[in-house]
């Protein structure tokens, strides 16, 4: 650490998915901290926040289970730093609208016991890495550049919309992931459908709409060249890491009413699909890599779309 440079200290909620579904995110971004000698201490006591299904079912209860885990959150050191897409929009949506509605405020707290901490400062990691921590600094922290690895960078719905909520990037036209990509080594494709919907919201309810919008995800990235996908929520990681065999034996070929316009005449033909497996990682789980972390540290094992032989294919393992 620099010299007289205070060290980068945050409060940490990881949301129920992290715990559970979505825990080598958890872990690799904790390793990822710990690598980059940035502090990350948990919220205690901190409980689910209602994303994604609560606030269509009773608003004041999603208000009120957010405003509680960012009181929750004051009684830590630091900016709340925030892994799931789902969890920091709901977060920053509660502090939105509080903000905006006195009324609603009021009702909140009171069903907290307690005041809305409203200028609790809630972060993505994302803008930690790229902003705060900075893109020359983690480009000097890299110890296993990525290269040669072509990544899609999946933003999906919540991240960036509504842009007046997360207020994390251009909400059309997003960079940030790939100004971190290009930190790590790592090559960002350009592609059609890294702000598309994967209908993580129907995964039970609807799972054929599941299907296809995760499908068109895939072939989009495999039809730019990638090597890989990347993301942020641990509800797109579900649709696009676990359902791919199901989506390989619904669909034997892509469809050309979705691509074949951005794609070309070659596509409209009827080429045969590209069936190869697509690893889905974690931004963590690459950055991570990239500072040194053992691949063995980083949850690698837990998912469905084993990406081992893709990183060892480019000696990144």
Known sequence: MTPGKKRLNYSYYPGCSLHASGREYDISTRALFKALNVGLKEV????????????????????????????????????????????????????????????????????????AALDKPVKHILEIL???FGL??????????????????????????????????DCEDPSIMEDILRALGAEPVKWSHRMECCGANFT???????????????????????????????????????????????????????????????????????QRDLPVFYITQLAALAMGVPSGNLGFESVITDPKPLLREKQLL
Not at 242 to 259: C, H, M, N, V
Request: proline letters at 6%.
């Open 130 to 132: 790229a902003r705060e």
């Open 44 to 115: 205690p006591d901190w409980f689910c926040c209602g994303a994604t299904p609560a606030h269509n079912v009773d608003e004041l209860l999603s208000l009120s289970l957010c405003a509680k885990n960012l009181s929750l959150a004051e009684q830590v050191e630091g900016d709340l730093a925030v892994a799931c897409a789902a969890c920091f929009s709901r977060l920053k949506t509660t502090q939105h609208h509080l903000k905006e509605d006195e009324e609603k405020r009021k009702q909140v707290e009171t069903a907290i016991a307690g005041p």
């Open 204 to 274: 039970l309810s609807r799972p054929g709409v599941v299907l296809k919008l995760s499908n068109a995800i895939l072939e989009s990235a495999r039809l730019a060249g990638a090597d890989c996908i990347m993301v942020a929520c641990p509800l797109c990681h579900g649709n696009l890491d676990i359902r791919q065999k199901e989506i390989k034996d619904a669909y034997g070929a892509p469809d050309s009413t979705l691509f074949g316009n951005i794609f070309g005449s070659e596509l409209q033909q009827g080429a045969p699909k590209d």
């Open 136 to 169: 020359s600094k983690l480009e000097e922290s890299v110890k296993k550049p990525l290269l040669g690895l072509k990544v899609a960078s999946y933003y999906g719905c919540l991240l960036t919309r509504p842009p007046e909520v997360p207020e994390l990037d």
